[in-house]
């Protein structure tokens, strides 16, 4: 299993952009497709992108154009870059490891709700304000 954490939140104005990295200590990285979630107080959490284990991305369609996932396999570690940033991205962002095989046509399916996902961050915090 991936051990995973977040780090890079923070608090930014609106406009601003931010980059989060998700850190892993377990088993390789690269074997797993890695999602970003995000949370904010009331809410439920969503799902806001993934990327494959070969490299294939997905995003919750309103955020796609602001936001890029990546990854950097020989640094074991997987990127979410968000620009123009709006008051309402501010939350809880996570990033958790699909449980589907690797190279496999499941993987990243579940990335709405998170429910084939598991080793989940801590966490980290994004606040958009002025």
């Known amino acids: 299993q991936p051990q995973l954490w977040e780090s890079g939140g923070g608090l930014v104005q609106p406009g601003e952009s931010l980059r989060i990295s998700c850190i892993n200590s377990?088993?390789?990285?690269?074997?797993?497709?890695i999602g970003w979630f995000r949370q904010a107080p009331g809410k439920e959490r969503e799902g806001v992108a993934c990327i494959r284990s070969g490299g294939a991305t997905f995003y919750k369609g309103s955020l796609k154009g602001r936001f890029a996932i990546s990854r950097d396999n020989a640094k074991n570690e997987v990127y979410l870059q968000m620009n123009d940033l709006h008051p309402d991205d501010s939350g809880i962002y996570y990033c958790?490891?699909?449980?589907?095989?690797?190279?496999?046509?499941?993987?990243?399916?579940?990335?709405?709700?998170?429910?084939?996902?598991?080793?989940w961050g801590q966490g980290t915090q994004v606040t958009v304000s002025s």
């Open positions: 958790a490891a699909d449980r589907s095989p690797t190279h496999s046509a499941s993987e990243c399916l579940s990335f709405v709700d998170g429910a084939n996902f598991g080793s």
């Open positions: 377990g088993l390789p990285l690269e074997w797993y497709a």
